[in-house]
């Protein structure tokens, strides 16, 4: 036997000592080299029971979605590709502008979140975007609310107005209300002022 062939089935030895070494090692651990922790017996029992991964993510809070995707795909419990009927497609359509995406998932337990957000994309639903929560202020309210009918972010309003993010931080700043902002906000949206009187209510 050649002097190259035997250093060369030393080393393959040494790597399967050094590698039997390390499964030891990880199992006492019980976490990988890198940290992640193993997969318990209880946590395998659940993928098995949980049909999605937001479900399987609620009784193991502990694990991202991510691993436990990784680990169902090991385990060849990975979704096959879904193909939509029109009754889903239609059903779909009514629910995703305005219904939660718990609510949503739990309508089609079958298939992840992604694969809901791509379909919806392809048919081109969109998700109706939630009106700004109310200040108590009259005036700042109707600039809120008109932005909303608009489609402008609060973002794009203080920088058409120039209000230095006063809006899109909450409308805050200071003790009060800033008149100069709303008034601004008002020349932008092409809006203005009335005053009614107290002994005129």
């Known amino acids: 036997m050649s002097r190259r062939c035997v250093m060369s089935l030393a080393y393959y030895a040494r790597s399967a000592i050094l590698s039997e070494r390390n499964r030891q090692r990880i199992q006492r651990r019980g976490a990988a080299i890198s940290g992640a922790l193993l997969w318990t017996d209880a946590e395998i029992q659940v993928l098995y029971q949980s049909p999605s991964n937001l479900q399987v993510h609620e009784r ?20 096959q590709l879904h193909w939509w009927t029109a009754a889903e497609i239609s059903k779909l359509r009514r629910m ?3 219904c939660s995406k718990e609510e949503i ?45 608009i489609g402008w972010s609060l973002v794009d309003l203080d920088r058409e107005a120039k209000t230095r993010g006063y809006f899109a931080h909450g409308c805050r700043q200071g003790n009060g209300p800033n008149y100069k902002a709303i008034g601004r906000a008002l020349n932008v949206l092409q809006g203005r002022i009335s005053i009614e009187w107290a002994d005129e209510l």
């Open 60 to 79: 193991l809070p502990h694990r991202t979605v991510k691993a436990i995707e990784h680990q169902r795909r090991k385990l060849g419990l990975s979704r």
């Open 105 to 149: 998932c739990a309508t089609f337990p079958h298939v992840t979140w992604c694969s809901i957000e791509h379909a919806a994309r392809r048919h081109n639903f969109r998700r109706e975007k939630p009106r700004y929560k109310p200040t108590g202020h009259p005036a700042v309210d109707q600039i809120l609310e008109k932005c909303y009918s």
């Open 96 to 98: 995703y502008p305005r």
